[in-house]
């Protein structure tokens, strides 16, 4: 069985998510399969290794020897991945895609840490995601990451980070506002066919809550024009101008103190990015380093 790391790959991942859903999802195959490799290791060892329990899974106490020896096989076979891309010693472009927010605001942070790991140069194109998909597909990418899963055939999708959509604005407002508070701004709207403007509306419909009342003055394609607006609003007008945007976009601005935060009264609006790759590069040495790096990445 230790030849096969694959299912104790997913031993690591059901352990670290506490979940065989969530482990399915960072893993990109099905639930089941999850199911099945962990009583295949079981069966193996003639052993029961982990416990559902209302607060998720728990380890046995072999559960938890083969845990440390899972663990002391996952840093040898990730030493040794640096040592095989030497000898394959490819000299290419690896092209990554990605959506918006992403793209601007989240991957450039790993782009240097990604070159060192293959040995490549790195390009970044940046596009909504169903384009970045499209050109998944059209193999002019390598890797992709988006905000939504947009399911198509011969593609795996991973589940990455959380990501947070909140309130904000140049003027100081409520930590928590109510869904009549909401009428009370003026609002930069992102394009009807973005996640972020989907995943709104739908937070919005819940809390009753008819974005057609509000005082729209603008409605913009990209998050970085949306935060720039916002930035140099008039800081003393009387109704302060908002957006929701991840908090990616505006992370430094709000711990700087040039824009401010807001979260909806109980309502948390998140949501999942993606890594997405082509299932015919399962195998590719590139492509399974750059993603298994990703995935190495609790927080971002």
């Not at 947070?164 to 009549?180: R, T």
């Not at 909806?264 to 990015?273: A, C, E, G, S, V």
Request: charged share 30%; glycine share 4%; aromatic share 8%.
């Amino acid at each position: 069985m230790l030849r096969d790391f694959a299912k104790l790959q997913t031993f690591l991942m059901v352990i670290k998510e506490k979940s065989f859903s969530k482990a399915s999802a960072k893993l990109g195959i099905s639930q089941p399969a999850v199911t099945q490799q962990i009583k295949f290791i079981e069966e193996y060892i003639d052993t029961k290794i982990v416990e559902r329990k209302k607060n998720g899974i728990v380890l046995t106490k072999e559960g938890e020897d083969l845990y440390r020896i899972a663990q002391r096989l996952e840093k040898a076979i990730q030493a040794s991945e640096k040592d095989l891309l030497k000898i394959i010693n490819k000299e290419f472009t690896f092209v990554m895609g990605s959506s918006f927010s992403i793209g601007n605001y989240v991957l450039p942070n790993y782009l240097g840490e990604i070159k060192k790991r293959i040995g490549n140069e790195v390009f970044m194109n940046v596009d909504v995601s169903e384009k970045i998909i499209d050109q998944l597909e059209d193999k002019k990418i390598d890797v992709a990451l988006i905000e939504s899963p947009i399911f198509r055939d011969g593609i795996i999708y991973r589940e990455w980070v959380e990501d947070e959509l909140v309130l904000f604005s140049n003027q100081a407002i409520k930590k928590h506002v109510g869904a009549d508070d909401l009428l009370d701004f003026d609002w930069i709207c992102r394009n009807e066919d973005s996640h972020t403007r989907r995943l709104t509306a739908e937070t919005f419909e819940e809390l009753g809550v008819n974005c057609n009342n509000f005082n729209v003055i603008g409605v913009l394609t990209s998050p970085t024009s949306i935060k720039e607006t916002i930035m140099h609003a008039d800081k003393n007008a009387e109704r302060p101008l908002v957006s929701i945007m991840s908090r990616h976009v505006i992370k430094s601005e709000i711990e700087e103190g040039r824009l401010f935060e807001a979260k909806l009264k109980n309502h948390k609006i998140t949501r999942h990015f993606y890594i997405a790759y082509l299932k015919e590069r399962k195998h590719d040495a590139f492509v399974d380093n750059v993603v298994n790096y990703l995935l190495s990445l609790h927080r971002v």
